[in-house]
């Protein structure tokens, strides 16, 4: 047999609420011999008079997501007197008091929480932030190839430079490549030598690394490679050279390495020497492979 349980329900100005649902629900139990099976039921204030008809026993009365548990008795009653003995307090507790004190009951006896929602969409990108430091300078590289262009012609017996690279203190490693080019114009045909070179002075007095000489027609292309092959006070490089002319090349190959100190300023040259009147190197370069 149920019971009826009212309320009269005002919002803060005094007016009759009648808009937002009260839930009352009940776990499956025995009533009288009956089966009483887990349901809950929704109502809404008429006229700020909240009406609902219910069995005696446990249920819970839920609104604005506040819950409270409540034991509904065998007779008709005010509902209100029923939640306050559910926070422990008597009826004419003032407003402000049972709020704290519902408060304090559902930070005790928190709802049970839903199923987490969908992710909403993705916020706009916010501002740049400021640019970090600047990083510290590298290392000096190497410096490019410069092209040589001579001028005055090389004539017998002169011996000198057609052209120098800085290899600077340290910088070689195991497998650095340099290649030496130049091109040069013979006023007869006659034999020149040409010189690779490998030292501190960038002169035709540093180590020679290979010669290569040919009987000339008039225009000569000389071309070598030098590489390292170990480095240290007691480094080793090894270089080839050969000459290019119209009727076949001579090339210079060492099969043993030379042995230089890479932990100072070095410099690859390349030299020439006429063996009777001149010769006239044009463009030459050295560069790093």
């Known amino acids: 047999m149920t019971v009826t349980l009212t309320a009269v ?115 706009a990108t916010g501002p740049t932030g400021p640019t970090g430091a600047t990083g510290a300078t590298g290392a000096a590289g190497q410096s490019a190839p410069t092209p040589t262009v001579l001028n005055a012609p090389l004539s017998s017996p002169d011996w000198i430079p057609i052209i120098s690279r800085l290899v600077p203190a340290n910088s070689l490693t195991v497998g650095a490549s340099f290649r030496v080019t130049a091109w040069v114009y013979e006023a007869d045909n006659n034999a020149e030598n040409f010189f690779l070179h490998f030292g501190p002075t960038g002169t035709t007095s540093d180590l020679q690394l290979v010669e290569v000489q040919h009987w000339a027609s008039l225009n000569t292309m000389v071309s070598g490679a030098v590489t390292c092959v170990s480095t240290g006070a007691s480094g080793s490089i090894m270089a080839a050279l050969s000459s290019t002319i119209s009727d076949g090349s001579n090339v210079s190959v060492p099969i043993t390495p030379a042995t230089v100190n890479t932990t100072v300023d070095n410099y690859i040259t390349l030299s020439g020497q006429p063996q009777s009147n001149l010769i006239q190197p044009t463009i030459a370069f050295i560069e790093s492979l």
């Open 9 to 123: 329900v005002v919002d803060i100005s005094g007016n009759p609420e009648g808009l937002r649902p009260w839930t009352f629900s009940t776990p499956t139990r025995g009533n009288s011999g009956d089966i009483v099976a887990g349901s809950s039921v929704s109502v809404r204030p008429v006229d700020g008079v909240l009406t609902v008809k219910l069995l005696p026993g446990p249920a819970t009365v839920e609104f604005e997501g506040k819950s409270f548990d409540i034991t509904v008795p065998d007779t008709d009653s005010d509902l209100w007197p029923l939640i306050s003995a559910a926070v422990g307090m008597p009826p004419e507790t003032p407003a402000q008091v049972i709020a704290s004190a519902v408060d304090d009951y559902l930070i005790a006896n928190p709802p049970p929480t839903g199923p987490t929602g969908p992710t909403g969409p993705t916020g």
